[in-house]
Every structure is written in structure tokens, then in C-alpha cells.
């Protein structure tokens, strides 16, 4: 029996971006939804309509559209965007043919609204997973969409360097937004010889150069951006614009981080006879 293996687990053999945690079930596709172990590995199967199956290394797979509409549809708006944009930047999509695609489903699928959400938000041009998934988060709590991979040139040496994120504000002022990625400190193929050494000074010359062109620099990590309310309160005090209502709410904040209620003082003091002191 041949097996089609459908959304995240045949986004993996595409070589999309998958979250590790999506791994698993894996994505079967038949007439029956429903999950079960096959040789321990638990699988979930998904009825799935017309589609033209493809072959990759020996393994059926739906098509890159019909995968990236089931991604959008099933998943997570963060982890629908990650795989619709590597599909983009890879080039097995187009967002017309994208888009398409998910107004022709208007009859038995689920989801559809949802996917076609995301399909409008998907863009080619984020770098990464990462960068994909700090973009849906920003969406998600209202700030307007940045544009991604903005040329800057620093005024030095005349280098030129491209923003993570970028958000250009009516009165001519320019926020660039950057995601630390940890890889770069940990790979030793991206790390060199001279261990972190060499990344951590071209980062911080780059952050000296953006600095110098650019109003105001704000970086995170994929930590702060799993975090709604640090991730909200960052992004604002640096000033980046929200432009709609947030699509999640954003938590409120943590009672150990809230300011503690002072006493007030009275502006009379009640007078005490001396002789309660025994004066």
C-alpha cells in the first residue's frame, strides 16, 4: 500500500519550514480522519478532495499548493505562515497561484476563511522560519505588518546591510526590528574557527551600523516573541505602529512584575500623650 502523506509531514519532504513539535502525527491522507499507531508512530489520516499528487524522493506527496492550504487550514496562524513563506521563498508557489487556490475551495473544506488569511499575509521574502513566525506574532497583536528585507546603507563605511523588519513612520522616522538567532552562536560551521568570537563582533558592529541609520533599532528573540505580553510591551515602547485590532488578546501583566500598592500617609498624625512613652 502506497501511503499520500499530506500537510506538515508532506511539508517536510517539500523542505518547508515545519515546526519540530509538528513532527508528529504524521499526515496521512484517506477516506477516514482519524489517528492510530503504525509501527508506534502515531498518524493522523485526513480525508483529502481532488489534488494531484506528487512524487519526492521516492514519497508521495500532495502538491506544494494543496499542502500549503491544508498547512493554513489546520495549523496555527504562526505556523501556517512559516511554511506558506518558505513555499513562496522556495519558489514552489506563487502567491497568485497561492491565493487562487484558496478561493477555489469554497465547498467541503474546513477552514477556508483561515487559509485565506494567511495566504493574503504570506511574503517570500522573510529569510526564515523564525523570522516568519516573529511577523505573524506582530500581526497577531495588532502592530501593522513590517516590511522585510529593507535596504540601509550606514553612513561609515557606505556598507549596505538588510533589515529583518522594518516600519517606516509618517514623519519620516525608521524602526528596524531584528531577531537574534541562536544558530549562529552554536553551529560551528556558521561560528568559524575562533568559536563565537567572530559572530559576536560582527553583530555587534552591525548593530553599531544600523544604529547610525537607523532611528531606533529593537531586537528580540524567538523567546520574547513566544512571550505575547513582552513581545507587546517591547514593540510599543520602541514605537512601532499598530494599525488594526490585535487577533489574540494580549495577557495581562504578571503579578510579580506589578508595581506594589504604597499605603498612603495621612496628613494629620494623631497626637500620642508623652506619657504613653513613659516620659
Not at 483561515?114 to 517570500?124: E, L, V
Not at 517606516?168 to 549562529?184: C, F, M, N
Not at 553599531?208 to 520574547?224: G, K, N, W
Request: with cysteine; aromatic share 8%; net charge negative.
Amino acid at each position: 500500500m502506497l501511503w499520500l502523506f499530506c500537510g506538515t509531514s508532506a511539508a517536510l519532504v517539500h523542505g518547508l519550514s515545519v515546526s519540530q513539535r509538528l513532527y508528529e502525527p504524521i499526515a496521512i491522507a484517506d477516506e477516514h480522519g482519524k489517528r492510530h499507531l503504525v509501527g508506534g508512530a502515531v498518524c493522523a489520516r485526513h480525508t483529502i478532495g481532488e489534488d494531484r499528487p506528487v512524487f519526492k524522493d521516492g514519497v508521495l506527496l500532495t502538491s506544494p499548493l494543496r499542502t500549503c492550504f491544508d498547512c493554513a487550514r489546520w495549523l496555527s496562524f504562526q505556523d501556517a505562515i512559516a511554511i506558506l513563506d518558505s513555499a513562496l521563498r522556495l519558489k514552489l508557489v506563487t502567491k497568485k497561484d497561492l491565493v487562487d487556490y484558496v478561493d477555489s475551495r469554497t465547498t467541503g473544506c474546513r477552514g477556508v476563511r483561515k487559509a485565506r488569511a494567511a495566504a493574503d499575509f504570506a511574503d517570500g521574502r522573510a529569510q526564515n522560519g523564525g523570522e516568519s513566525i516573529a511577523r505573524a506574532a506582530m500581526w497577531e497583536l495588532g502592530f501593522a505588518a513590517p516590511d522585510l528585507q529593507t535596504e540601509v546603507y550606514e553612513p561609515v563605511e557606505g556598507k549596505k546591510y538588510y533589515l529583518d523588519f522594518s516600519w517606516r513612520l509618517p514623519d519620516g522616522r525608521l524602526i528596524a526590528g531584528e531577531l537574534d538567532g541562536r544558530q549562529k552562536y552554536t553551529d560551528p560551521t556558521m561560528s568559524g574557527e575562533g568559536g563565537i568570537d567572530g559572530p559576536m563582533r560582527k553583530e555587534r558592529l552591525r548593530e553599531s551600523r544600523l544604529t547610525a541609520c537607523c532611528d531606533a533599532v529593537v531586537r528580540f528573540s524567538m523567546e520574547t516573541v513566544g512571550d505575547a505580553y513582552e513581545f507587546d510591551r517591547l514593540l510599543t515602547k520602541f514605537g512601532v505602529p499598530k494599525d488594526h485590532r490585535p487577533l489574540r488578546e494580549v495577557p495581562p501583566l504578571p503579578a510579580c512584575l506589578a508595581e506594589p500598592e504604597t499605603v498612603p500617609v495621612p496628613d494629620v498624625f494623631e497626637e500620642v500623650l508623652l506619657a504613653a512613652y513613659g516620659i
